[in-house]
């Protein structure tokens, strides 16, 4: 069923009784030419560029719980092409302009907001930084204008210019920036792919991978033995698991990072806003919560939840940066676990198994990446080779050196 | 969550830094193979379970700590002073 304005309208004039459901529910085959393990957003994207790029449509998405129940469903939903080094660079710029088209693709309301995106800076150095970083973006040919304190100001007078234990110096402006609403980009990519023949099943863990002299043959699950030529593995943070069932070992460390909403107030945050001391960025969703949060909680944690002390670090923040939102009240918080790998870049890459492909290590910043990464993936498990833009996401990367380490921390789970 | 440092005794998480699994116990003999530094450095098991991860006491009696716990549930089975370990 196409969506369309007419159908809108003439659904509303006639009681909504011609909405169907948006994808089947079907029963899993016994064999398919591509399993996705998975049914997160890169997963979904992965299953939709497989079928609509490709033209691979005898493929499963076998998701343990339901579609979106993962990260997708509990990031802060924020959308940049702001990256620096090269590798990283061109992929992100390539994601950016899948989700400049991505409503009318999918045709599909996934609510992506161009509303700009400001990274502050509060020192000489910071400026230095961003303004290379700047620079960058230029070179990609994606966008950042430099504004200074007063620039800062004309956007967003609510901020605290007198402070001067972090004064603020200026911000990078990425207008194309913003964000979208998670939820319904899960939804758009399932629907595209179910659409396309693809099959989604949800509820149905994967147990086991087969491998038989080094070829993979399908994957052992709670709803039966599902036998494919090729399988992808895209589980974010349970990248581990599912990989030690084909005997690898992951360079990912597991980590809970949280995230926070208050209530619905009327627009006041018209931007995405990244604090440049301490870590705290917000934006304003469109039901008129704020949606804000911080870094992860600095160790290993399968638990969905986060802990008081960045729950505290992540307020203080924010009031230092907007003492405005003080008398907002926090309705929720929540954790999500992200494959944190040691450059805090992803994996997009074969493995030594003939068939099995990997996707992971998406850290805290896959969701702008769904439809690159979907693309990609796609692209990698159709046609053997990987994509240009993201040839330098390798597993092998760590024991040969050529680690992709865009904030330049160095080489440990927890430090991106 | 709290750890039980063996001198100071029952702290805030605040008081520690995290560096992360276990492995980092096992360095490889210098001039080891590159796939054994890979490994100390680089992979993990990163158990959803039971693991075991070194802490430092950054704000109390500066010592190594090794803590057993449970990844999923933040329960802690033991904390050890690295420096009492037999090697
Ligand atoms: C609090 C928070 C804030 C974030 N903010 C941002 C942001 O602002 N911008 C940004 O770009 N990114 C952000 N991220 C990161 C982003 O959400 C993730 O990197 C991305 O969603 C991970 O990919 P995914 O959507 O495929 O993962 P998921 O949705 O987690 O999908 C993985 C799926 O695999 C399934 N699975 C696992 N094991 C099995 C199995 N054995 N068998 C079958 N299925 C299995 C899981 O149930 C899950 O549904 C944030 C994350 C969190 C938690
Ligand atoms: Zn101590």
Same mark, same amino acid.
Request: proline content about 4%; charged content about 20%; hydrophobic content about 40%.
């Given at each position: 069923m ?6 809108? !309208?003439t ?30 957003? %890169?997963? /979904? ?8 790029? @490709? ?33 990283n $660079? ?30 502050l800076? @509060?020192? *000489? ?14 070179? +990609? ?5 430099l /504004? ?10 609510? !901020? *605290? ?8 110096y200026?911000?990078?402006? %990425?207008?194309?920036?913003g ?25 149905c863990?994967?147990?086991?991978i ?12 709670t ?22 069932m ?10 809970? !990072? +949280? ?20 870590h705290?960025?917000?934006?304003q ?10 870094? !992860? ?19 203080e ?23 944190? $790998? ?8 074969? $493995? @030594? ?15 702008k ?13 159709? $046609?053997?080779?990987? @994509? ?23 080489? +440990?789970?927890?430090? %991106? | ?26 360095? &490889?003999?210098?001039?080891? &193979? ?12 990163? &158990? ?8 430092y ?15 999923v ?15």
């Amino acid at each position: 069923m196409r969506y369309s304005g007419l159908k809108v !309208l003439t659904e509303g004039l006639f009681g909504n009784k011609g909405w169907g459901p948006a994808w089947r529910d079907p029963s899993p085959k016994g064999e398919y030419d591509a399993i996705i393990i998975g049914g997160g957003g %890169h997963g /979904l994207a992965t299953a939709f560029y497989l079928a609509k790029n @490709h033209g691979l449509t005898n493929i499963a998405v076998l998701e343990k719980g339901y579609l979106g129940s993962g990260n997708i469903g509990r990031n802060t939903t924020i959308v940049r092409a702001n990256y620096m080094i090269p590798g990283n $660079t061109e992929f992100y710029s390539h994601s950016m302009k899948l989700w400049e088209g991505m409503e009318a693709e999918l045709n599909y309301n996934v609510m992506h907001s161009q509303r700009g995106l400001i990274n502050l800076f @509060h020192s *000489d150095g910071q400026r230095d930084y961003w303004v290379r970083r700047g620079n960058a973006m230029i070179n +990609q040919g994606d966008d950042a204008i430099l /504004l200074d304190r007063e620039g800062v100001r004309e956007y967003l007078p609510y !901020l *605290d210019f007198e402070n001067t234990r972090f004064p603020i110096y200026g911000g990078i402006l %990425h207008p194309r920036g913003g964000s979208a609403r998670h939820d319904a980009v899960a939804w758009g990519y399932a629907r595209g792919a179910d659409s396309r023949g693809v099959d989604l099943i949800q509820n149905c863990e994967v147990t086991g991978i087969d491998i038989e002299n080094g070829v993979v043959r399908g994957v052992q699950t709670t709803r039966g033995a599902i036998r494919a030529k090729k399988v992808g593995v895209i589980v974010a943070g349970r990248s581990s698991q599912v990989a030690a069932m084909a005997g690898m070992r992951l360079p990912i460390e597991s980590h809970v !990072l +949280q995230a926070f909403v208050t209530e619905g107030l009327k627009p006041v945050i018209d931007h995405v806003i990244s604090f440049g001391m301490g870590h705290f960025y917000i934006s304003q969703s469109d039901k008129g919560g704020l949606v804000f949060g911080g870094d !992860l909680d600095f160790y290993a944690s399968y638990a969905s939840r986060g802990n008081l002390p960045m729950v505290e670090h992540v307020m203080e923040a924010g009031m230092t940066l907007m003492p405005m939102i003080g008398r907002a009240k926090v309705l929720r918080s929540w954790g999500g676990i992200m494959d944190m $790998t040691p450059d805090g870049s992803p994996i997009i890459d074969k $493995t @030594h198994v003939e068939g099995l492909f990997i996707d992971c290590g998406w850290n805290y910043g896959g969701f702008k990446a769904v439809p690159a990464s979907g693309w990609c993936m796609a692209h990698l498990m159709a $046609t053997g080779t990987s @994509h240009e833009v993201a040839r330098k996401f390798r597993l092998d990367r760590f024991a040969t050196g050529h680690l992709l380490d865009e904030e330049g921390t160095g080489s +440990q789970h927890n430090l %991106h | 969550m709290r750890l039980k440092c063996p001198l100071c005794g029952d702290r805030d998480r605040r008081e520690f830094y995290y560096y992360g699994a276990e492995d980092y116990l096992h360095r &490889p003999a210098e001039g080891a &193979p590159l796939a054994e530094w890979d490994n100390y450095l680089h992979l993990r098991d990163n &158990p959803a379970g039971v693991l075991r991860d070194l802490w430092y006491h950054e704000a109390g009696c500066s010592q190594w700590l090794l803590v057993t716990r449970n990844t999923v549930t933040h329960e802690i089975a033991s904390v050890e002073l690295v420096a009492e370990r037999a090697k």
